[in-house]
């Protein structure tokens, strides 16, 4: 081998030292006024271009009704960006990717709308070099999916050209059940090839979910005990603390148990739940998790292990807040669900007879989302009962967010002449081992979309499984009384407590 044939480090794609840089590319960016692109997605760009992960030619399209020029579009990105970016503003950064920038004012509807856009795209093409790359972010209601994919089919935008690539990005609710689930899954099939559908789940795009892989199957120490003969019970919560806000028209109808568990939820347990993949390839990823999902069997009683809840007037910070009959643009007589409650077990050899207790709410105690793997009791404790009276359980909490980490709980002597046994904790803060801050979800997701990398992507089957494992629940609740008030600032309806007390168990409180 001569010195010019050695492979060169620095070319090594596997090398996870080296950035991933997305190609020439242009993203059009379907739904800009709304809240999630200018809290969310303007920043996650921005942030992308300032960590140099975007190509200098990259092309940004807004298409909305608005009645904007390309500087006024310009505008309203840097302005989320100022306000919402994780990183420092940085002045060169900034005017190599407003260049970029285009608008297009048009309607969702209206066939000209799009013939507009793809002149917006070939001149990019042409002035920026994006060789026809292309990537369609729907962050728009879901009603109007089907109308949007379909224009994109018809109007030859989800055509690919030679050598180039066009992709779609779905934002949640995909369907509000199965069936709708399935219909639209078989729109968008027909027009984009199951490789260039990327479904948007953000929680997947965050590092402790994906440090929920690492810890697991980087390490000894856990895949021994992770299983029915040391987990008690698993409990998977995400709480919040802030209201609907401004987002009336989107939630209410759809409730927490749409909004969260059939997504973010399910995906928590069915990492949490899965057997080690062959490869970290996006098809034995999604295998894995799609197990999972076939293997969940739901009780018979769902009456009393299920719950719904609805937030009513209360305390938040010292501050009153308002209930949720009394948020603007709410119903007076709304049965929408802020609180959900669920449980489940999966039909394995690892976790037959190990409930997964899931629950979401708004205006909550506190906003905290972890996975807390609760072991069993010792079987033998060679100690009186005095001394350890206040001895728990072991667990192990992986903490999602704020506060990101991971807690062990376990048993120890209390210093003294005594033998008494107290529970502590060891704590992996990410803030203490590691100097970078995480990416945001979204700045990871945009980037595998550009990149074409999609395990961190729901397939459409682990989509239609997790409707199929809510749908019943759904039903139930439709036609079995109402939501149980529970005042702002708490931990939800007494009823979820209930729920855990059956068991002989009871909810953590984060
Ligand atoms: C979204 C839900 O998917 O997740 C919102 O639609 C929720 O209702 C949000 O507030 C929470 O996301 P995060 O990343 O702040 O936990």
Redesign the pocket.
Known sequence: MTVQDEPNPLRDPSDRRLPRVAGPCALVLFGVTGDLARKKLMPAIYDLANRGLLPPTFGLVGFARRDWEDQDFAQIVKDSVREHARTPFREDVWDQLSDGIRFVTGELTDPESYAELARALGELDRARGTNGNHAFYLSIPPGLFPVVVDHLRTSGLADTDEGAWRRVIVE?PFGHNLKSAQELNAIVNEVFPPGSIFRID??LG?ETVQNLLAVRFANTMFEPIWNNKYVDHVQIT?A?D?G?GS?AG??DGIGAAR??IQ??LLQLMALTAMEEPVTFSADQIRMEKEKVFSAVVLPDDLGVHSVRGQYSQGWQGGHQVKGYLEEDGIPEDSKTDTYAAIKLEIDSRRWAGVPFYLRTG?RLGR?V?EIAVIFKRAPHLPFSVTDTGELGSNALVIRV?PDEGITIKFGSKVPGTQMEVRDVTMDFAYGDSFTESSPE?YERLILDVLLGEPPLFPRHVEVESSWEILDPILNYWATHGNPESYPAGTWGPTAADDMLAIDGRSWRRP
């Open positions: 949640k953000h929680y965050k995400m919040e802030i609907i987002r989107y939630y909004d969260v997504n973010h708004k906003r989302t967010q979800a």
